[in-house]
């Protein structure tokens, strides 16, 4: 039986390296046998999936988001009759969304908004599949969409560790005190708030970073690789060991106790 430990949400600006961050996270996880783990997109750029290697569109997958749309316009739960609403969607999730992989993890996506200005219907969904799912995974990965609204949502309500990504500029130390406020504000709760540099930060400001009020764990270290796996469609799960990006989430993750 599975030990489920927490969720892991990587949270930050766009562009900071986020779902790299998310991708090696989890390689380091599985190699070390923490398995299985859930992965979940919040993000409607949809790139955690492909940094993955996970083609959903071959394996059949589709978004959160687009499932819902589709059970909403063919009144499929209508049928369903003394069912809840999370009861009545569970299942086609399930099928449609859930990919279930060969290796050390699973994956889902909420996927671009269903309805015009609102993320309301998937994001309830996604947090209560979360809630209902998770105990099957030692831990359930969030990777966040970019800024601080979605904080607003809960998407999560119990968190174990935060990263918050940084890329160099005011506004990224802002967001991350932001980020900061909101979850306190909303009554998320979480264990540990990190911050950490992405492949774009420079040692220039390591020094700027520690004198956060948050514990600053270091800095992912620029690799040509990353753009070239990412330019190419290749999975960063297959960069080699000697990855310098890989090798500093692992220094990293290891400060922290994973």
């Not at 030990?3 to 949400?9: A, D, F, S």
């Not at 309500?157 to 909101?182: C, E, G, M, Q, T």
């Not at 979850?183 to 774009?200: P, S």
Request: with cysteine; net charge negative.
């Amino acid at each position: 039986m599975v030990e489920h430990k927490g969720t892991i949400v990587v949270t930050g600006r766009g562009g900071t390296g986020k779902s790299t961050f998310t991708t090696l996270l989890s390689r380091y996880l599985g190699e070390r046998g923490v398995q299985p783990l859930l992965m979940v997109d919040s993000d409607p750029d949809e790139s955690l999936a492909e940094m993955m290697g996970i083609d959903l569109a071959k394996q059949k997958k589709r978004s959160i988001a687009d499932v819902l749309s589709e059970i909403l316009e063919e009144r499929k739960m209508a049928t369903m009759s003394g069912m809840t609403p999370t009861e009545k969607i569970e299942p086609f999730l399930w099928q449609e969304s859930l990919y279930e992989g060969r290796d050390f993890f699973d994956f889902i996506g909420i996927g671009t908004k269903w309805i015009e200005g609102c993320y309301c219907l998937p994001d309830r969904s996604l947090g209560q599949i979360m809630d209902k799912w998770g105990s099957n995974y030692e831990y359930v990965i969030v990777d966040s969409p970019a800024g601080v609204e979605h904080l607003n949502r809960r998407i999560t309500k119990k968190v174990k560790d935060v990263f918050n990504i940084l890329d160099p500029s005011k506004k990224s130390f802002d967001n991350a005190a932001r980020s900061y406020k909101i979850m306190k504000e909303v009554d998320i709760e979480f264990d540990n708030y990190y911050l950490v540099g992405g492949y774009r930060f420079p040692e220039s400001l390591v020094k700027e970073a520690e004198k956060q009020p948050f514990p600053f764990l270091g800095r992912v270290e620029g690799d040509p690789m990353i753009s070239e796996y990412n330019i190419e469609g290749k999975s960063l799960l297959d960069l080699p060991a000697s990855s310098p990006a890989y090798q500093s989430v692992k220094k990293i993750l290891a400060k922290v106790g994973y």
